[in-house]
């Protein structure tokens, strides 16, 4: 497993514990509750990518709510949530990584974590995303 995808599991991992125990942010940044070796970048991905969504949660939320039209939010399972909120963080924030890269990437996470029909879920969402943004950047 790459160090990259590693991190985002790791980040995945803590957004999931952040939603639904709510432990304190240096609890789970902390990584102590990872009962496998984390390497330094690993380790730093994750934590800029937890710093990142948690720093944005409720922008990226109403984003999610927008995209979600025909799902109620609190019916999206909180794994799905969880990957929402990575992938949006990143295509807004991580300009670096190709916007492909980071749908390919949620799709490997929500078929690692999820059920196989959340694939087209989270990729339908991302794809509204990224089609309304290069339409913002086409028409501004």
Not at 1 to 25: E, F, I, N
Not at 72 to 88: A, K, P
């Amino acid at each position: 497993m790459s160090a990259r995808h590693t991190g985002r599991v790791l980040a995945l991992q803590s957004l999931y514990q952040l939603d639904l125990v709510k432990p304190s942010l240096s609890e789970v940044l902390s990584f102590d509750w990872y009962d496998k070796k984390i390497d330094e970048s690993e380790k730093e991905m994750a934590t800029s990518l937890i710093m990142g969504v948690v720093e944005n949660w409720e922008t990226i939320d109403n984003i999610i709510k927008e995209y979600s039209r025909n799902w109620e939010f609190s019916r999206i399972s909180v794994v799905n949530r969880c990957i929402l909120r990575l992938s949006i963080y990143s295509l807004s924030n991580q300009k670096e990584i190709p916007a492909r890269v980071v749908i390919n990437e949620a799709l490997e996470l929500t078929r690692e974590f999820e059920r196989e029909e959340s694939v087209s879920f989270i990729n339908g969402i991302l794809d509204a995303i990224l089609k309304d943004e290069l339409q913002r950047k086409e028409t501004g």
